[in-house]
């Protein structure tokens, strides 16, 4: 059973349910469950337990805790075409192990719908102010208090200047004027609407009132030829952002030393328009260089050719080609700990074409390649500068242990993250892995097999190893 639907209930049993629910932490509906659960055990009389309840109460309700322990998020969806973003948004926060209940705007459902947010959310979806399942025991109280956190994502400008000016004429800002937890909203309008005088004094009363922005970002507008700063933050930064707010950041374990990060792929050039490439997205790099940040580490992140945003507070050098990345890494050396998880291409041509090849009579023309320089063993086998911890990645197709222990061998690096590639996959561009990290111990290399993790998670396990080897190794 989704959810519960109660009508007709006398004060008596109204205030019985807020009662009990209120002592044990729990919503009026998730009560509700309970009690059905001890009735069908035998294990209740409710009958004599409400005779002896007055017949109100104004005892307050707490938030409901979650039966995992997990933080609970009340994502408010604004009306704009940034609420597509707010189901991945809600994906987003589950794979952080946050629970989300959603309210929609009027306007958020001319984008997205209440039944496509529930699915997402696993919860029921809350759109009106005066729906009678939900009113009968103050539902926007409950929205506004039964959560941890807050979100309003996109936060419109009608819907700030609502909250700026204290109005609350539906179920969302309802919410939000009854809302004692913090609030963390996430704009997302036109550059000329983000602009307006009215718009900026309603973002510093906001401001000044306690509330939390993230974003807006710069980019391209929904509206043709429209650019400037208005975007809504991406979901993975929103969710950061609720994640930081939610779980105060912790030790900083890698304070003072210093982390090189590569990351993504390198293109070869062949002519001015054709390159040598693979297919990574360099996430998982991106990942590491991010939780290594919140560690305290000085982050460089030497990057390949990529669709990602630079993380904040990361020192992030581009490059194209396997030559630039070594040049890029000798020169930020010396490091404390060095992490090469970009997937460098192993050959390139001989002589770049300096215009485009053309097909000719004779077919094909000739590719001569030669092997490009091997920047894990080459920084692995240096006499000076060599990073106390080396760690390379090996991303394979099969075979996937044997062939992570050869390289192993090959390399001469301290630490191997061995990953399977393969189509079947879906690790190259996607956004979980399952690694195992080869270790020497010894003479002997050990392998630690992590399960399918998100490659944030990835990031943060090898973090937090690395952080208790260079301790100890400190």
């Given at each position: 059973m989704a959810s519960l639907t109660i009508r007709k209930l006398d004060d008596t049993l109204k205030a019985y349910l807020r009662l009990r629910s209120?002592?044990?932490?729990?919503?009026?509906?998730?009560?509700?469950?309970?009690?059905?659960?001890?009735?069908?055990?035998?294990?209740?009389?409710?009958?004599?337990?409400?005779?002896?309840?007055?017949?109100?109460?104004s005892a307050p309700v707490p938030?409901?805790?979650?039966?995992?322990?997990?933080?609970?998020?009340?994502?408010?969806?604004?009306?704009?075409?940034?609420?597509?973003?707010?189901?991945?948004?809600?994906?987003?926060?589950k794979e952080r192990h946050i629970q989300v209940r959603c309210v929609l705007t009027s306007a958020a459902r001319q984008f997205i719908t209440p039944l496509a947010a529930s699915a997402l959310s696993h919860e029921r979806v809350y759109t009106d102010l005066f729906d009678a399942e939900s009113e009968f025991d103050a539902g926007h109280i409950r929205l506004a208090r039964e959560c941890?956190?807050?979100?309003?994502?996109?936060?419109?400008?009608?819907?700030?200047?609502?909250?700026?000016?204290?109005?609350?004429?539906?179920?969302?800002?309802?919410?939000?004027?009854a809302a004692n937890r913090p609030i963390l909203l996430a704009p997302a309008m036109n550059p000329l609407m983000w602009n307006n005088p009215a718009t900026r004094r309603n973002v510093l009363q906001l401001r000044r009132d306690g509330i939390h922005t993230v974003g807006p970002n710069a980019g391209e507008m929904a509206e043709a030829g429209e650019a400037g700063v208005g975007r809504?933050?991406?979901?993975?930064?929103?969710?950061?952002?609720?994640?930081?707010?939610?779980?105060?950041?912790?030790?900083?374990?890698?304070?003072?030393?210093?982390?090189?990060?590569?990351?993504?792929?390198?293109?070869?050039?062949?002519?001015?328009?054709?390159?040598?490439?693979?297919?990574?997205?360099?996430?998982?790099?991106?990942?590491?260089?991010?939780a290594a940040r919140a560690a305290g580490a000085d982050v460089v992140l030497v990057s390949g050719p990529v669709e990602l945003h630079d993380p904040a507070g990361i020192?992030?050098?581009?490059?194209?080609?396997?030559?630039?990345?070594?040049?890029?890494?000798?020169?930020?050396?010396?490091?404390?700990?060095?992490?090469?998880?970009?997937?460098v291409a192993d050959w390139r041509v001989v002589s770049e074409g300096t215009q485009k090849l053309k097909k000719t009579s004779a077919g094909m023309p000739p590719l001569q390649l030669v092997e490009n320089p091997d920047i894990?063993?080459?920084?692995?086998?240096?006499?000076?500068?060599?990073?106390?911890?080396?760690?390379?990645?090996?991303?394979?197709?099969?075979h996937l242990i044997d062939n992570a222990k050869a390289k192993f061998a090959r390399k001469g690096c301290?630490?191997?993250?061995?990953?399977?590639?393969?189509?079947?996959?879906?690790?190259?561009?996607?956004?979980?892995?399952?690694?195992?990290?080869?270790?020497?111990?010894?003479?002997?290399?050990?392998?630690?097999?992590?399960?399918?993790?998100?490659?944030?998670?990835?990031?943060?396990?090898?973090?937090?190893?690395?952080?208790?080897?260079?301790?100890?190794?400190?």
């Open positions: 209120a002592k044990n932490g729990r919503s009026v509906e998730e009560e509700v469950r309970v009690i059905l659960r001890e009735l069908a055990d035998g294990r209740a009389e409710p009958a004599e337990a409400v005779a002896a309840v007055p017949a109100a109460s938030r409901a805790a979650s039966a995992a322990g997990e933080p609970r998020i009340t994502l408010i969806i604004g009306g704009g075409i940034a609420a597509y973003k707010a189901l991945d948004l809600i994906r987003r926060l941890d956190l807050i979100v309003v994502a996109p936060a419109t400008a009608d819907l700030m200047a609502k909250m700026a000016h204290g109005h609350a004429d539906d179920l969302a800002s309802a919410v939000l004027l809504m933050a991406e979901p993975t930064e929103i969710a950061a952002a609720a994640d930081h707010m939610l779980r105060p950041p912790q030790p900083r374990p890698l304070a003072g030393k210093r982390v090189l990060i590569t990351a993504g792929p390198t293109h070869e050039a062949i002519d001015p328009v054709r390159y040598i490439a693979n297919r990574s997205s360099g996430k998982q790099g991106f990942a590491i260089a991010v020192s992030v050098m581009r490059v194209e080609s396997a030559r630039d990345m070594l040049h890029r890494v000798e020169a930020a050396l010396p490091v404390d700990v060095a992490i090469f998880a970009a997937a894990l063993a080459t920084i692995s086998k240096l006499k000076d500068k060599r990073p106390p911890l080396v760690i390379g990645f090996a991303a394979e197709t099969e301290d630490w191997i993250v061995a990953n399977d590639v393969s189509p079947a996959s879906g690790v190259m561009g996607g956004d979980r892995n399952t690694v195992h990290l080869l270790a020497r111990e010894g003479k002997d290399v050990t392998v630690d097999s992590w399960p399918v993790m998100t490659k944030e998670e990835v990031a943060a396990a090898l973090v937090s190893r690395i952080a208790r080897t260079v301790g100890t190794a400190s």
